[in-house]
């Protein structure tokens, strides 16, 4: 058995292989190169026996040598690959899965049941190239990359796609090497395996990385203060690279808000756990900030395609002002493309954030592992003073005032919006019927502020007409007032609800 550690990218544009010689011959890494042509075929029980148990069973051919593969459960975080393996050379391309060890199976598999019921579900073929990379210390890195198709049937997906294999030594040799081909090569992690893709091609199913989890991170009272946070570090780093892949499949503007709302959830975390944290560490905040800035229109582009969509909720009285209309219409063009946003999903810097997550969490995670920590109720307290804390503020200006105005309640939103990832990061630790019976009025105040920024952005495009329509702007303003009633409604419900983190 061998454990497979490897960072797996997926490779935006062309010339791949020369552009990794010029950057190795660059800094004068010596290495050697081979090409092969790599057939491999994938099987499973028409029931996927072995998929349910997170196993995955391949046979390759390289010219005259077969062999077969068994991947078992393993982990996947950050683009980094860790799965116990198993290898077998064999003389036929049909698998004997009693040859690969006895321990392996689940005490639920029938061995003899499986290999009776095997078939061939897809095939991968692809042309590897592979850099065998050895550094001053001892640390052996195979990077490979693989160019060609998943089939199965008549249906086909395309490999584009480059690993960083630990063969010997530290994890840390991958990092370097993937940072030095950050700076010439548009890269994304791969969070999906071939066997993965392939699965969902043989199912005829699109592409996709949504999943069913949980609306919050800490859930593990028993977990300590520091533990709690380098598990969220995995958490959010996983949600925020699903998050990338669904919006590249499917660029939309509902896509790319998720991402920036992924990473302000882990830049939260930095806020939140910050006295627990190096300053070195909390660099990372610096540049998760850096994104979520270059994202920042993107709150405006929603409420814009909203108010010019055909279907949206206002777009039948927009039809009185033609020329508010294209006025939307321009400020929505000013916008970045999705070429644009594809780019920066790509570059080196978000490239260089991602990895900068892992390393973190693989650090602190070993750090667990040797000190074996003990908890006790101190993540409880932490979560009970920080909850407390984020609400304090917005608890306090709101009860002073019995009936808020516009303004204020856009001022509020982003307090509002940080104490609400407090409660991503933290409320799951407590009760569910009192939690979510707290946080329904104040989601709701937040759900209305968006509405009423949809009717602000309205407001500032009517300002700009030299003859704004008296029926347009007399709408708008009714709206406004109607809105605000139901806030402040809400607010006074919100205000008074019993505080749920103190049992």
């Known amino acids: 058995m061998t454990t497979e550690i ?89 698998p004997i899965l009693s040859l690969f060890p006895n321990e392996i199976w689940h005490q639920s598999q029938s061995v003899s049941t499986i290999q009776r019921d095997l078939v061939a579900l897809f095939d991968t073929n692809f042309k590897r190239c592979t850099w065998l990379i050895s550094d001053s210390v001892g ?23 480059l690993e960083f294999e630990l063969v010997e030594g530290d994890k840390s040799a991958l990092f370097n090497l993937a940072r030095l081909l950050f700076d010439v090569l548009a890269l994304r ?29 800490c859930e593990n009272r028993r977990d300590s203060i520091a533990a709690a946070f380098t598990n969220g570090l995995s958490l ?68 814009l395609q909203e108010l010019t969509n055909k279907t949206g909720n206002y777009r039948k009285k927009l039809e009185f002002s033609q020329q508010l209309i294209e006025q939307l219409r321009i400020e929505k063009r000013l916008f970045p493309s999705n070429e644009d946003i594809s780019q920066l999903l790509h570059s080196s810097r978000f490239n260089q954030l991602q990895l900068s997550i892992l390393e973190l969490f693989l650090t ?60 991503t990061w933290l409320a799951g630790l407590f009760e569910n019927e009192l939690r979510d019976k707290f946080r329904h009025p104040w989601l709701d105040l937040q759900q209305g502020i968006t509405e009423l920024h949809s009717l602000w952005i309205i407001q500032l495009q009517l300002e700009k007409l030299d003859n704004p329509p008296k029926k347009m702007v007399q709408w708008q303003n009714s709206k406004v007032d109607s809105l605000l009633i139901a806030l402040n409604h809400t607010k006074a419900i919100a205000v008074t609800m019993p505080p749920y983190w103190y049992e």
Not at 139 to 161: P, Y
Not at 194 to 216: H, I, V
Not at 280 to 293: A, G, K, N, P
């Open 6 to 94: 490897e960072l797996k990218y997926l490779v935006l544009g062309d010339n791949t292989e020369e552009k990794i010689n010029q950057a190795l011959n660059r800094e004068n890494i010596q290495f050697s190169y081979q090409e092969k042509q790599l057939a491999n075929c994938y099987f499973d029980t028409p029931d996927l026996n072995l998929r349910h148990h997170d196993m995955g069973l391949r046979v390759r051919r390289n010219n005259d040598h077969i062999e077969q593969t068994i991947k078992t459960a393993g982990q996947v975080v950050g683009g980094l690959h860790s799965r116990p393996e198993y290898n077998v050379d064999i003389v036929s391309e049909f």
């Open 139 to 161: 640390n052996v890195v195979e990077l490979a990359f693989d160019q060609g198709e998943i089939t199965s049937s008549e249906n086909k997906k395309v490999i584009h796609e």
């Open 189 to 217: 992690p791969g969070i999906k395996s071939k066997a993965a893709r392939g699965y969902s091609l043989w199912k005829k199913q699109p592409e996709s990385t949504q999943t069913q989890q949980s609306n919050y991170i």
């Open 236 to 303: 959010s780093l996983t949600g925020l690279q699903k998050g990338i892949e669904r919006y590249l499949l499917a660029p939309s503007l509902q896509a790319l808000i998720q991402i920036k709302a992924d990473l302000a959830t882990l830049r939260h975390g930095f806020w939140l756990f910050e006295e627990y944290l190096s300053a070195q560490e909390l660099l990372v905040r610096d540049e998760l900030s850096h994104f979520i800035h270059l994202l920042a229109w993107v709150d405006n582009a929603i409420h």
């Open 364 to 423: 602190r995670s070993q750090q667990h592992n040797t000190t074996n920590e003990v908890s006790d109720d101190a993540l409880l307290k932490f979560a009970q003073d920080k909850i407390e804390f984020s609400l304090s503020e917005l608890s306090v200006q709101m009860k002073n005032t019995s009936s808020l105005q516009s303004q204020q309640y856009l001022e509020l939103s982003k307090p509002l919006y940080r104490s609400s990832l407090t409660g």
